[in-house]
């Protein structure tokens, strides 16, 4: 796997567990471990480039089955985001709150709960990736730097 300079996330403490905590299968397994350890993976065709997010063993722009574990450089920018009202029990206790599209620097484009007050007046700002700590594990967030 290649490794960026520096690429260490924050991490964040959460109260109690993940409320829906992930299947982590033997090929996931790899993204859940360096989250853990604090650094953001995904899987790179190694036949035409593509990235995957989540990671997946088949790529969706060539079809190859190659692909490789990679690192990401954990800050990007704010594309979108959305108040969440109206929320399923489970995070009942954390309403509102925010899900942001975030584009990565390595041009991965994701979906994640965003810390922290977003406003509209946030929106192509630069954002940094956190780990968000839970009692049995971890998962990504991000929030406007
Ligand atoms: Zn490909």
Same mark, same amino acid.
């Given at each position: 796997?290649?490794?960026?300079? !520096?690429?260490?996330?924050? $991490?964040? !403490? ?20 360096? *989250?853990? @350890? ?7 065709? @190694? &036949?035409?480039? @593509? ?26 920018? *704010? ?14 206790? &954390? ?24 406003? @509209?007046?946030?929106? &192509?700002?630069?954002?940094?990736? $956190? $780990? *968000?700590?839970? !009692? !049995?594990?971890? *998962?990504?967030?991000?929030? $406007?730097?």
């Amino acid at each position: 796997m290649t490794s960026h300079e !520096d690429s260490s996330m924050p $991490v964040v !403490d959460m109260p109690g567990n993940r409320p829906f905590a992930p299947r982590v299968s033997g090929f996931t397994r790899p993204f859940w471990d360096a *989250l853990g @350890a604090g650094r953001l993976c995904t899987t790179r065709c @190694a &036949d035409c480039g @593509a990235f995957g997010f989540p990671p997946r063993n088949l790529c969706r722009t060539c079809w190859s089955r190659t692909v490789r574990w990679v690192e990401l450089a954990p800050h990007g920018r *704010l594309y979108s985001f959305t108040r969440v009202h109206v929320v399923p029990g489970a995070f009942a206790g &954390d309403a509102p709150y925010a899900i942001g599209i975030v584009d990565l620097a390595d041009g991965v484009r994701l979906m994640c709960r965003m810390l922290g007050e977003v406003t @509209a007046d946030h929106l &192509d700002r630069p954002v940094e990736m $956190v $780990v *968000l700590r839970y !009692d !049995d594990g971890p *998962l990504f967030g991000a929030r $406007v730097v």
